[in-house]
């Protein structure tokens, strides 16, 4: 499996940016597919999931909306209203094995892109 993430940049307070990955080796609408950041400094967090339903971490719900195009076997996390806070390296990941309880747990996934930067300017 491999997964490759893009979209990331550099964008005002208050913009949007919609980062996509791109999966090869498994089909997304069938896997669990997962965004996680990490922030300079700090540890990797959750930002959102996707399976059957979203889930996504408390502080982007209502801001970020995680998607998928079966056709081209791509996930995305369509990101608005992006804050300084935001920024970070983000990551998508799969796991094709993950209850519903564990989406949020970066050890429940088997595979991860490279990682696309994401910085919010103020």
């Known amino acids: 499996v491999q997964l490759q993430a893009s979209g990331g940049g550099l964008v005002q307070a208050g913009g949007s940016l919609r980062l996509s990955c791109a999966a090869s080796?498994?089909?997304?609408?069938?896997?669990?597919m997962g965004w996680f950041r990490r922030a300079s400094g700090k540890e990797r967090e959750f930002v959102a999931a996707?399976?059957?339903?979203?889930y996504y971490a408390d502080s982007v719900k209502g801001r970020f909306t995680i998607s998928r195009d079966n056709a081209k076997n791509t996930v995305y996390l369509q990101m608005n209203s992006l804050k300084p806070e935001d920024t970070a390296v983000y990551y998508c990941?799969?796991?094709?094995?993950?209850?519903?309880?564990?989406?949020?747990?970066?050890?429940?996934?088997?595979?991860w892109g490279q990682g696309t930067q994401v910085t919010v300017s103020s």
């Open positions: 990941a799969e796991g094709s094995r993950i209850i519903t309880s564990r989406m949020s747990e970066g050890a429940a996934y088997d595979y």
């Open positions: 080796g498994r089909t997304v609408s069938r896997t669990t």
């Open positions: 996707l399976k059957w339903n979203p």
